[in-house]
Structures are given as C-alpha cells and as structure tokens.
C-alpha cells in the first residue's frame, strides 16, 4: 500500500511538472473599445433646461458617429436631440444636418432630421430647435463628413416626447471618430423566452416557470384567470400603428386569446381564439365573468358572452363608449373582480 501511494505521489509530482513545463497559450489579444472624443454628463429632467452643450475636437478626423446611450438604466421614455449639430473651421461653417449620414439607428422609433423618433418637431423643455437631429436612446448615427473642419458642436437633450411622459428619462451623449463597437443599439439582444425566465429575480422560497410565449401568442397587454385556471389574454399586434410603422400589420384585427395546459405539466397547449377583430384593436384589458367576459379596447368598453360554451364569442354589447384614450398605453384598462 505504502508502495502504491509512493507510485501515485511520482505520478502526481512528474504531471504537475509537465503542466509547469508547458507554457499557457496567450489569450488572443483584444482590442480596447475606442476612445469617445467628446461625452457628456448624463442628461437627466433634473439637468436644467433639459439640455447641455457638447464639443468635440475633430482635426484630422472624416467620420463621425453620433451616440446616445441610456445611462444603463434602460431606455423607457429616452427620447433624444441634438440641437443645432455644426462643424467649423477654414471651410467654414456646416450644419450637420446638411449632410446625408450614411446609416442611422435606434432602439426605438426612428432617427430624424427636424423631427423626434416618432416624427414630431424638435422640442427640448417645451423650446422648438432650430435645426437638428431626433433619435432615441440607444442609438447610433454615423456621417462622413468634408475635409476643412475642426470644430463639432451641439446642444444635446431630453425632447419633450420623452419628458412629457415624466418617467424618468436618462440618457449620455457621445462622439466618436470610429465606430464605438458593440451597443444596446447594435447588439442582437437574446429575447428568448428562456432567456427572459432566466433574468427574473425571485425572492427566496420562489420558483418559476414558463408558461407560454411566442408564437403561441404575441405582445399580450393584459391577462386573467378563469375559474377553471385558463388564461385569457389580450393581444395587441395592431397597437399604435402611426408610431411602430415597421411593425406588421393584423387587417383581421387585434384577438381575445384562450389558454389551457391540458395535461397538468404546468405548459399552455391548448390555444383557442375567443375573438378577433378591429373593433378590439389594441385591448388593454380583459375580465372574465363566468360565460361574460369583459374587454377594455381603444374609446370602448364591450361585454361578449359565450352562450354556449365554446370559448367562442356569440354576442357583444356595448357597455361605454366615446372614451379618451384611444390607442394609448394610458387609455381604458382592465375592469378587476
């Protein structure tokens, strides 16, 4: 035995003398993000006037790329301006917005010469803008810009599309001379469902699980459950169409959707279509009473009936109408019971 040991002592000191022995492979050189030229502070509704200036010293330099970042709080509510963007120096004075940029992004809405992400004019702290560049956090937009000018400069801030809302708009403003690499504006992020789940915090003694996702059904704005634990939902592919025109469109209208987990593993199954229509386009709440099921949609509130049994609609009625609101997250929502 005291031989065996001995053995396996040797055997253990010669490979940690092969593992010593053998250099480790050096990781592949990265390379370091590049430096902005300018930055400024993070602009916030408490920042006076909503707005601050930004320089940058573009000697020598032919591209430009404008970016907004969210201040890595998330972008809700990050609605972007750069005010009276120029370039001077021998060649003069330019508006920026006099060139054409080579591409342009944002994470939502859509940049835009003279007006906001959504197509609006230009408004910081309730102050029109002269001229300038909307967009909206995250977002990067890149120029080329003429040779004879040393100088950027902007006014850069919080458009009232985004103060108005008073929900805590956070953004940074950057300028850079090379692209800046990966962002919130360019990296794909990872929506899956798993990877939804998987970034939940849960207080201790919780579990959770995955019920349902695309493409048994898309964008729910609202749920309840039935007596016979079925989930009904409210889907609203065809919200706010004059501001997400690149969504696609449903011409069947928005849906009222059944979903059950027939077999008991804790997984929706079964879908059913309880009702379709544009009269319900973007529903914002939904109430189930026994075979009377309660919808909130656009200017009015309807009660449909299943009067037999189906999970199909049969009838509506009209309980309000003429309701502000139409089409806007802060319209009619849910009845509760």
């Known amino acids: 035995m005291t031989q065996r040991f001995s053995c396996l002592r040797q ?10 022995a053998i250099p480790a492979l050096a990781a592949p050189p990265t390379a370091a993000p590049p ?8 602009v916030t509704t408490e920042t006076p006037g909503h707005i601050v200036p930004l320089q940058a010293d573009i000697r020598g330099v032919r591209n430009l790329y404008l970016v907004v970042s969210d201040a890595g709080n998330g972008f809700g509510c990050d609605w972007a301006d750069w005010a009276e ?3 001077t120096g021998p060649a003069g004075t330019l508006k920026l917005t006099d060139l054409k940029w080579k591409s342009a992004q944002a994470e939502w809405g859509k940049p835009g010469v003279g007006v906001n992400a959504v197509g609006d004019p230009l408004r910081i702290n309730g102050k029109p803008v002269a001229f300038g560049i ?20 902007a006014r850069v801030g919080i458009d009232n599309g985004g103060s108005d809302q008073n929900n805590g708009s956070s953004m940074q403003f ?37 019920f349902a996702a695309e493409p048994m059904l898309l964008s729910p704005s609202n749920i ?18 004059f501001a997400n025109g690149n969504n696609p469109d449903r011409p069947e209208g928005d849906r009222i959707l059944v979903l059950e987990d027939t077999d008991a593993d804790g997984k929706a199954d079964r879908q059913t279509v309880f009702h379709q229509g544009r009269d319900i386009d973007s529903a914002n709440g939904v109430c189930v009473l026994g075979n009377r099921v309660i919808v909130s949609a656009g200017d009015s509130v309807f009660s449909f009936y299943d009067d037999d049994g189906d999970l199909q609609a049969d009838r ?7 309701i502000k609101g139409t ?3 802060h319209g009619i929502h849910s009845f509760t019971f």
């Open 174 to 210: 950057f300028v850079y001379s090379e692209a800046p690499g990966p962002t919130a504006a360019t990296t794909a992020v990872d929506r899956s469902p798993e990877a939804a789940v998987a970034g939940l915090d849960l207080a201790a003694g919780l579990d959770i699980q995955l």
């Open 11 to 20: 055997l253990a000191s010669s490979a940690a003398l092969i593992v010593l």
């Open 134 to 153: 909307g967009t909206h956090a995250n977002s990067i937009i890149h120029f080329e810009i003429p040779e004879g000018y040393e100088k950027f400069t």
């Open 224 to 241: 309840d459950v039935d007596h016979l634990g079925r989930i009904w939902v409210c889907e609203v592919v065809n919200y706010r169409r």
């Open 316 to 322: 509506r009625e009209v309980m309000f109408t003429v």
């Open 327 to 329: 089409q806007h997250d």
């Open 35 to 42: 430096r902005p030229l300018a930055a400024s502070p993070v």
């Open 85 to 87: 963007p120029q370039l």
